[in-house]
């Protein structure tokens, strides 16, 4: 049974520039969350695709934007890169109508120089 | 979502029982709580969830009294692989909520040999 997987693992831009990160959920899962940590704190929401629509987003600039495909599998965009972008991008699937909590990958590292 | 509070740090030796204690004064009645154990630049991984009374599974186990405004996660005979950071988190898992997972500082636990 497959997990969660991110690719790539680690990634480094420059300001300006843009990046595009990617997520497969874990078998038999249809909603995919993407979070943000940054070093010494606790992962913060981003948003969350459920049948290929955005549909919770946290506080974040619309800098950041998301896709889902038919697959479920995911799409994290973040455009104008900004140095406070560097942190590890984490990636979090589940089942819509489930009680059941959401499972996480191992992440992306991203460093803006 | 219910704020929960928790220790920041707690330190340990090999062998010992760690218990780790939670407050989450404003639980909802449909609000479950969920614990996950994360290393350095690593996802966070899922340990145990519970609604109430005693959950166990072969990592943890979770206690929580009746009136649920609290809870501890107990791990057993704790290694120094056990050394990461713990968060407990408090939300309705179901439906469009299970989007918003709000992590706190959670705590850090160091086990000594």
């Known amino acids: 049974d497959a997990g969660v997987t991110q690719s790539p693992t680690h990634l480094i831009k420059t300001r300006g520039q843009q990046v595009t990160l990617r997520c497969s959920p874990k078998s038999g899962h249809d909603t995919v969350s993407w979070y943000q940590q940054a070093l010494g704190q606790g992962p913060q929401f981003i948003f969350q695709?459920?049948?290929?629509?955005?549909?919770q987003r946290g506080n974040f600039p619309d800098r950041f934007s998301g896709h889902q495909f038919p697959n479920y599998s995911s799409e994290l965009n973040v455009n104008a890169l900004l140095l406070g972008d560097s942190a590890l991008y984490l990636c979090a699937s589940s089942l819509v109508f489930s009680v059941d909590t959401q499972y996480f990958g191992p992440g992306t590292r991203l460093t803006v120089l | 979502l219910a704020k929960t509070t928790q220790p920041i740090s707690m330190d340990s030796y090999e062998g010992q029982e760690v218990n780790i204690t939670c407050s989450h004064n404003?639980?909802?009645?449909?609000?479950?709580i969920t614990w996950y154990q994360q290393f350095p630049s690593q996802g966070p991984r899922f340990i145990i969830q519970g609604y109430k009374t005693k959950v166990t599974n072969e990592v943890a186990s979770l206690f929580i009294p009746a009136d649920r405004k609290s809870s501890t996660l107990s791990l057993p005979r704790v290694s120094l692989s056990d050394t990461a950071v713990y968060y407990c988190?408090?939300?309705?898992?179901?439906?469009?909520?299970?989007?918003?997972?709000?992590f706190g500082q959670g705590t850090t636990l160091q086990v000594k040999p």
């Open positions: 988190l408090v939300g309705d898992m179901s439906s469009s909520n299970t989007g918003k997972l709000i």
């Open positions: 404003n639980i909802a009645t449909n609000d479950y």
């Open positions: 695709y459920y049948e290929e629509e955005e549909r």
